[in-house]
């Protein structure tokens, strides 16, 4: 027999069992919904459904449906939901209708398909690929599967740039509308005329943001003032009104980024700008392109925001930008002073994390400024979320230092009482200590069987009744099943021994390189602390990395630990 066959033969019997539980799996793109009805969603399910009905060793259990995703990644939510029962067993096979539904990704639908399907044990079907990963000369011996992939991605490029070059040449007639969650706040779609039209509630609120900015007021007291009124933010109004599913928009606020990003949009003015943000090709991710190369078409929808009014705020923002950047020219803080606990601060009273600001202080002074922590469930919830409450980063590193120096403290009375070795023995005499009680536990395991052996010799001489050897045999076996559950509990227990020695010694590594120089730094709080919570009242509790270590050696020196 070939060894090909063999293969295919093994393979096959990897896969082989009663009944496969199955999911069917279609995907719609924006792209394949201008294509005819071939692949509509119901078509899709009529092929895979009456493939699964004509198998009898196939019960489908559930459908997973992404419409309106690109084939180019596996970033689509019943996608990630079908991996997640698949993780969870609750499937093992999967139909498609053909292999462009499953994926147009060269790369990553042959990792699927060739690797990772396989590892777990998941059938794949292409119903009209004539594909079956069970089947020895599925897909003409396999080659057609990444060929078809390497199609599929060369489809995909090809529609892309076509779709790409469309939306260009509408956009500079002006006749392209984005999505309706993507209109911005205060209009609507217009497709009939192909514009935006006025959304008459939020038409008034851009108007009200306006006239207040002209008014002087602040981004955060504005956000402040629509929120007390209990108006949608953008978000949560896409929400309530089905255009987005993100469940962060139900609770979303008004901000002063929101404020800020309204007052700055040129749309009010009835113009339709292109471009702003756009990937280069297939497969990238969007950036941000300079202002210089977006596309105005003037005049193209009703105006809200007239132009004197629009020209007043910006002076007024301009302004205060100047403001900011003279704020800037103070003197600045280190890099390493802003990055000391980057990222470990946080409020003990809503659990946000709390950034580092720049005090304030005259401009001609030559000292550092301040640092300290502000909570940003306040700010930019437009200060509806948790109170005001901050922390100078000064006060913050005195407390850290006296904790942790109490942390050195303990490891010098470990080596001044000789208690080093009891508190933190090398790592290969605990494998040593371990190895023996497991190695122990095995000798008696192997006398276990011999003695078994032997009962069944007594019995097969004649030596011993049938009733005898069954009660001695329970008993023998009763005593193994004991020494092997002592086994694996001896087992376990060395695994945990050697982590904690590691665990103990890397915690007095890190003491010790504090004691070496006294000072803070990001690495060393990076590796003993886990974060810093503090609340409102100005109590901080410290949650330490190396916390039970600590305990564990204040234990042996006769040291409370508060």
């Known amino acids: 027999m070939r060894r090909e066959e063999i293969r295919q033969r093994r393979r096959k019997k990897q896969f082989e069992q009663a009944v496969y539980s199955a999911a069917l799996y279609h995907r719609l793109s924006d792209e394949d919904s201008r294509d005819n009805e071939d692949n509509s969603i119901g078509n899709q399910h009529k092929i895979c459904q009456n493939y699964a009905e004509g198998q009898p060793d196939i019960e489908v259990v559930d459908t997973y449906i992404d419409n309106g995703y690109s084939g180019g990644n596996f970033n689509r939510p019943d996608f990630q939901r079908m991996i997640q029962d698949i993780e969870n067993g609750r499937i093992n096979c999967i139909i498609v209708k053909d292999l462009s539904r499953f994926g147009r990704n060269f790369l990553e639908s042959s990792e699927y398909l060739e690797k990772w399907f396989p590892a777990k044990g998941i059938r794949f079907i292409a119903v009209n690929n004539g594909y079956d990963n069970i089947q020895p000369d599925s897909g003409k011996e396999g080659i057609v599967i990444p060929f078809s992939n390497m199609i599929n991605e060369m489809y995909l490029r090809d529609t892309s740039r076509k779709i790409r070059s469309s939306i260009e040449v509408m956009m500079k007639k ?50 402040t003032y629509l929120n007390e009124l209990m108006i949608p933010s953008p978000g949560k109004l896409r929400f309530l009104r089905g255009m987005s599913n993100d469940k962060r928009n139900e609770t979303a606020l008004w901000t002063h980024r929101t404020i800020r990003d309204i007052l700055n949009n040129e749309v009010y003015l009835g113009h339709r700008i292109y471009g702003k943000v756009k990937r280069d090709r297939v497969g990238e991710e969007k950036k941000r392109k300079n202002r210089e190369d977006w596309q105005y078409i003037y005049n193209a929808h009703p105006v809200i925001i007239k132009e004197d009014l629009f020209q007043t705020v910006q002076d007024i923002l301009q302004k205060e930008n100047n403001k900011r950047q003279n704020m800037r020219k103070r003197t600045a803080t280190t890099q390493e002073s802003r990055e000391l606990l980057l990222h470990k601060v946080y409020c003990g009273d809503c659990g946000s994390l709390m950034s580092a600001m720049k005090r304030n202080q005259r401009v001609a002074s030559p000292m550092e400024p301040k640092i300290f922590y502000q909570c940003n469930g306040y700010v930019y919830s437009g200060r509806k979320k948790c109170r005001n409450h901050y922390f100078s980063q000064d006060n913050l590193v005195s407390v850290l230092t006296k904790a942790i120096q109490t942390q050195v403290w303990v490891v010098a009375d470990l080596e001044k009482l000789g208690k080093m070795r009891v508190f933190a023995p090398e790592a290969d005499h605990v494998l040593k200590m371990q190895s023996e009680i497991v190695n122990e536990i095995r000798r008696k395991i192997r006398v276990q069987e011999g003695q078994l052996e032997t009962l069944l010799n007594n019995y097969n001489s004649g030596i011993l009744e049938l009733d005898e050897f069954i009660y001695i045999k329970g008993k023998y076996e009763t005593e193994k099943q004991v020494l092997e559950k002592q086994l694996a509990v001896a087992r376990e227990d060395a695994e945990k021994a050697q982590e904690a020695a590691k665990r ?35 109590s901080v509790e410290i949650v330490f990395r190396y916390m039970d270590e600590f305990e564990q050696a204040a234990q042996i020196v006769g040291m409370e630990v508060s």
Not at 182 to 210: H, W
Not at 213 to 219: F, T
């Open 174 to 223: 002006g006749e392209f509308l984005p999505a309706s969650g993507s209109i911005p706040y205060g209009y609507l779609r217009d497709e009939q005329n192909c514009t935006y039209k006025v959304d008459e509630e939020p038409a008034k609120v851009v108007m009200t943001i306006f006239q207040r900015k002209a008014e002087r007021c602040s981004n955060c007291s504005i956000a």
């Open 504 to 538: 103990r010694r890397h915690w007095l590594d890190v003491i010790g390189d504090y004691r070496e120089n006294l000072l803070l730094n990001h690495a060393l709080v990076d590796a003993l602390i886990d974060r810093v919570l503090i609340f409102e009242d100005k």
